[in-house]
């Protein structure tokens, strides 16, 4: 009969391995290294749209930096890889170093088949612990977008859109996302 090991991998532990194989996406949750299928089409779309955007407003205007899958370890045994994030000028030496060493400033999932429970409930919880003052998450399946502000540390709703609405989301109060443009023209709904 096989026993399992009540030893737990740490986030430290964890950031001493060697990158991921190609086509397979690690993470370390609660202590255990978790598999994850590698991102659809229709993740991948929204993925570099978003970040395109991203980058070009925060380039212009010297807002610091974003960035997109790369470990963040945000407690002592879980080390998740946000689909994309941002650190401020300000906050941009946490990442100095190659490794990522304090929250983001904004860390953006987007929902994949697998990963609705993972990304609306498990990261919104460990972000808000771990202290990232701006949760965002896009479902392309639904068409939606929710951006969170952390208070108190919980997260609380403070904008949202879906379809073709054009949204403003923290911390970038003078960028404008026309959503319709990091959607795929037709997804089939989830089974």
């Not at 409930?121 to 639904?142: C, M, Q, S, T």
Request: charged share 25%; hydrophobic share 40%.
């Amino acid at each position: 009969m096989p026993v399992a090991s009540a030893t737990r991998m740490t986030a430290r532990e964890y950031l001493k391995l060697p990158e991921d194989p190609p086509g397979v996406r690690h993470e370390l949750v609660n202590g255990e290294i978790v598999v994850s299928p590698n991102p659809n089409l229709f993740h991948s779309r929204v993925d570099r749209r978003l970040t395109h955007i991203l980058i070009n407003h925060v380039d212009a205007y010297a807002l610091g930096d974003v960035f997109g899958d790369v470990d963040n370890a945000v407690a002592k045994f879980t080390v998740r890889r946000p689909d994309v994030f941002y650190f401020s000028t300000a906050r941009l030496h946490l990442a100095a170093t190659g490794a990522v060493l304090g929250p983001p400033d904004m860390c953006a999932e987007i929902i994949s088949p697998s990963s609705g429970k993972i990304d609306r409930v498990d990261k919104l919880r460990e972000y808000a612990a771990y202290g990232v003052a701006n949760y965002w998450i896009f479902d392309p399946a639904e068409k939606t977008a929710e951006a969170y502000i952390l208070s108190a540390r919980a997260y609380v709703l403070a904008a949202q859109g879906q379809g073709s609405d054009k949204v403003r989301f923290p911390p970038f109060p003078d960028l404008e996302i026309s959503l319709e443009k990091l959607w795929w023209p037709t997804v089939p709904a989830a089974s």
